[in-house]
């Protein structure tokens, strides 16, 4: 999927949310998005990030922007409900949502897990998706092929030691994306993970600190799945876990 080349016009007159706005894969995906035609719903925590995105959208010619400042461990059941209404009233549409927002905690033995560490991870990776997924469907359902694509990981796929709370869930975004792709199998919505594998973010670069970050990809270079997954030819794709560097996947170890 890395050599899927979008048609300039893929996302015109498109509305898609992509949490995690502010950096790494979620600016790329939103500066992308906005070229390929998008109107882009920046959320995030930081403030300061979303706006520089959205300056960037702007001076890029795309399509203006909308940002929604919003901290997905405190955020209830009410704020997505609220948002839903929001964007359903200023937009009236919602073609798409990313869920590129996460948190990685630290990684250790099973046995030093903290209550509150746990808790945490949960709250963001799986409960925000959960309750945000919820508030969003009556939009995405209103509109025709719309899509929703969460975020997995290799060790969301096969269990890896010291990954901890964060590879239990990915492992829960896995099957909260089977689940609702069977559930929407009849309708126009479609659900898919994807894994972005080792790329030059953040994130990364927190999990393995002593790692050349020039060795990796970055995110422009992993974007054409992101691309692929929102527009229509990708219509016939959903229940599916696609990996942005499918060259670079780690074979599975001999039992």
Known sequence: MLDYHASPDLLNDKVILITGAGDGIGREAALSYGAHGATVILLGRT??????????????????????????????KQHYLDMAETLKQQFGRLD????????????????????DDWDKVMQINVKSQFLMTQALLPLLKATPNSSIVYTSSGVGKQGRAYWGSYAVSKFATEGMMEVLADELDNTTVRVNCINPGATRTGMRAQAYPGEDPATLRT?????PLYLYLMGSDSQHISGQSLDAQPDKIRPRARQ
């Open 47 to 76: 403030v300061k990030k979303l706006e520089a995105v959205y300056d960037e959208l702007l001076a890029q010619g795309s399509p203006e922007p909308a940002i929604i400042p919003l901290d997905l461990q405190g955020a209830t």
């Open 96 to 115: 798409g949502v990313l869920f590129n927002a996460g948190h990685l905690a630290v990684l250790g033995p099973f046995e030093m897990i903290g209550e």
């Open 219 to 223: 995110p422009q270079e992993i974007i």
